[in-house]
């Protein structure tokens, strides 16, 4: 514990890294299947789904700040926030699977299956993700360490994605075969679930929690929240991370609608070979690319950050990404390389902001403490997952009620009203959610002079 300033094996931020490939491969399936399995496969409306993920979503948000606070009060051999890494994986696991299966009931009895299981699901990635997302900030204070953690986060969150990406409509297919397309999404997911379990065990055996509290701290809950409540960084950092989660949610929730409905099949030619590609195909490989260019920018954040300083580094990549967001509205069906070309650039500007507001979380954390003396890492850091799902919640409900409004129905061909609906989404709108993540940070001080100055006065203390 008195290390403080610890400097972190390789073995430690692979183990950190593996936790969230485990959360990220449900979170894509989320983000980026989920709807379109209530609507094509399930058999609920665009606009049902919607209001299930604002009703759903939000009363969950409010559980995050909830597991923030039990998880800084647990105290056992293993610390505050490992234990929930190996007593939560297998729950998971389970209800991730529940969540996926399309049982043989009524539309109403589906409707509230879907209500069920999906509440379940995201209050079990609650109880994993908040103290995993906390255990950062007590493995070490470094503050270019904590970057490097970061980075190594989203190198895991983005592999995790890339590997359900690459693999979850091949899967599909494959299981869908000799039953049907509902079969096939139930026993995909059992393999996503199986691995997501292993990894999050792993995580819990090779990491450490080093940072305890101080010893003269007061874990009164209205002590937290009241510092909470003047913590003026952590409300900016809030906002900011709610809109450019706005914008993932709306692009990745789009993608599938975009390929299937507005793409369709294309022959593409290749050095003198033509090639036809369905719009499953083509969508899948739209969304690997996105996430593998994700991993570019999560690897350059770190160098651009030492350079420009993370507030200025997050804000012009937001700034970049709304900017080339609404360009991608202008390329026509049929020009498949600019489309791609343009999700490459996307992809690295939206790659590169990810890290950096969990880094900043940790500062924020950091100045919690040297302002009032009490640090309460899971209450702040339980912010990080509000936000996430706030700007999940937000998106995915757009994204249904705009499906609705434009007036979307599966599986036949759409209007161009429809059309229109679901290029705005995946450009503009999700632009619009960039932009205001811009907005957000212009307003953000703790700089790394700042930050500099709070971690000697803490080492002090």
Same mark, same amino acid.
């Given at each position: 514990?008195?290390?403080?300033?610890?400097?972190?094996?390789?073995?430690?931020?692979?183990?950190?890294?593996?936790?969230? %490939?485990?959360?990220?491969?449900?979170?894509?399936?989320?983000?980026?299947?989920?709807?379109?399995?209530?609507?094509?496969?399930?058999?609920?409306?665009?606009?049902?789904?919607? #209001?299930?993920?604002?009703?759903?979503?939000v009363w969950d948000s409010l559980n995050d700040p909830i597991m923030g606070l039990v998880s800084d009060r647990t105290?056992?051999?293993?610390?505050? %926030?490992?234990?929930?890494?190996?007593?939560?994986?297998?729950?998971?696991?389970?209800?991730?699977?529940?969540?996926?299966?399309?049982?043989?009931?009524?539309?109403?009895?589906?409707?509230?299956?879907?209500?069920? =299981?999906?509440?379940? +699901?995201?209050?079990?990635? =609650?109880?994993?993700?908040?103290?995993?997302?906390?255990?950062?900030?007590?493995? #070490?204070?470094?503050? !270019?360490?904590?970057?490097? *953690?970061?980075?190594?986060?989203?190198?895991?969150?983005?592999?995790?994605?890339? @590997?359900?990406?690459?693999?979850?409509?091949?899967?599909?297919?494959?299981?869908?075969?000799?039953?049907?397309?509902?079969?096939? @999404? $139930?026993?995909?997911?059992?393999?996503?679930?199986?691995?997501?379990?292993?990894?999050?065990?792993?995580? @819990?055996?090779?990491?450490?929690?080093?940072?305890?509290?101080?010893?003269?701290?007061?874990?009164?809950?209205?002590?937290? *929240?009241?510092? /909470?409540?003047?913590?003026?960084?952590?409300?900016?950092?809030?906002?900011?991370?709610?809109?450019? /989660?706005?914008?993932?949610? /709306?692009?990745?929730?789009?993608?599938?609608?975009?390929?299937?409905?507005?793409?369709?099949?294309?022959?593409?030619?290749?050095?003198?070979?033509?090639?036809?590609? #369905?719009?499953?195909?083509?969508?899948?490989?739209?969304?690997?690319?996105?996430?593998? #260019?994700?991993?570019?920018?999560?690897?350059?954040?770190?160098?651009?950050?030492?350079?420009?300083?993370?507030?200025?580094?997050?804000?012009?990549?937001?700034?970049?990404?709304?900017?080339?967001?609404? !360009?991608?509205?202008?390329?026509?069906?049929? $020009?498949?390389?600019?489309?791609?070309? *343009?999700?490459?650039?996307?992809?690295?500007?939206?790659?590169?902001? *990810?890290?950096?507001?969990?880094?900043?979380?940790?500062d924020i954390a950091d100045y919690s403490e040297w302002k009032t003396g009490r640090r309460a890492t899971g209450l702040?850091?339980?912010?990080?997952? +509000?936000?996430?799902?706030?700007?999940?919640?937000?998106?995915?409900?757009? =994204?249904?009620? /705009?499906?609705?409004? %434009?007036?979307?129905?599966?599986?036949?061909? $759409?209007? $161009?009203?429809?059309?229109?609906?679901?290029?705005?989404?995946?450009?503009?709108?999700?632009?619009?959610?960039?932009?205001?993540?811009?907005? @957000? +940070?212009?307003?953000?001080?703790?700089?790394?002079?700042?930050?500099?100055?709070?971690?000697?006065?803490?080492?002090?203390?």
């Open positions: 514990m008195s290390e403080i300033s610890h400097k972190l094996s390789f073995r430690e931020k692979v183990a950190y890294s593996f936790g969230d %490939f485990a959360s990220s491969m449900f979170w894509k399936l989320f983000s980026m299947f989920l709807l379109f399995f209530y609507t094509d496969v399930f058999g609920i409306s665009a606009a049902a789904v919607g #209001t299930m993920f604002l009703v759903t979503r105290k056992s051999r293993w610390g505050k %926030f490992r234990p929930y890494l190996l007593y939560v994986a297998i729950p998971f696991g389970i209800i991730g699977i529940l969540t996926f299966t399309t049982p043989d009931l009524s539309s109403d009895g589906k409707l509230i299956y879907a209500y069920i =299981t999906y509440s379940l +699901m995201m209050m079990v990635y =609650t109880a994993v993700n908040v103290p995993y997302g906390s255990l950062m900030a007590v493995m #070490t204070n470094d503050s !270019v360490e904590r970057t490097s *953690l970061a980075s190594w986060r989203f190198i895991g969150a983005f592999s995790g994605g890339l @590997f359900v990406t690459a693999t979850a409509n091949a899967l599909v297919a494959y299981f869908s075969e000799t039953t049907n397309q509902a079969t096939g @999404f $139930q026993y995909t997911i059992a393999i996503y679930a199986t691995v997501a379990a292993i990894l999050f065990f792993l995580t @819990f055996l090779w990491t450490r929690e080093r940072l305890a509290p101080p010893k003269d701290e007061s874990n009164s809950l209205k002590d937290d *929240l009241n510092d /909470l409540s003047k913590n003026t960084p952590w409300f900016i950092m809030l906002g900011a991370n709610i809109s450019i /989660l706005i914008f993932n949610s /709306l692009r990745d929730g789009s993608i599938l609608y975009y390929f299937k409905y507005y793409i369709k099949d294309q022959s593409l030619s290749f050095f003198g070979t033509k090639y036809e590609l #369905t719009s499953t195909v083509l969508s899948s490989v739209y969304m690997s690319v996105w996430l593998a #260019t994700n991993i570019v920018g999560v690897l350059l954040a770190k160098p651009i950050a030492a350079r420009l300083g993370k507030k200025t580094t997050f804000s012009y990549a937001a700034l970049l990404s709304a900017g080339l967001s609404f !360009v991608f509205f202008l390329i026509p069906s049929d $020009q498949i390389f600019l489309i791609f070309g *343009l999700n490459v650039l996307i992809g690295i500007t939206a790659g590169v902001i *990810l890290p950096l507001g969990w880094s900043m979380y940790a702040v850091f339980s912010s990080s997952s +509000m936000s996430q799902k706030f700007g999940w919640t937000i998106g995915g409900a757009i =994204t249904g009620w /705009l499906l609705a409004g %434009f007036g979307f129905e599966p599986n036949v061909e $759409q209007s $161009q009203d429809a059309l229109l609906g679901i290029r705005l989404m995946i450009s503009v709108i999700a632009g619009l959610g960039a932009l205001a993540s811009f907005g @957000f +940070m212009r307003m953000y001080k703790l700089d790394e002079k700042f930050m500099a100055d709070v971690k000697n006065e803490l080492n002090e203390r």
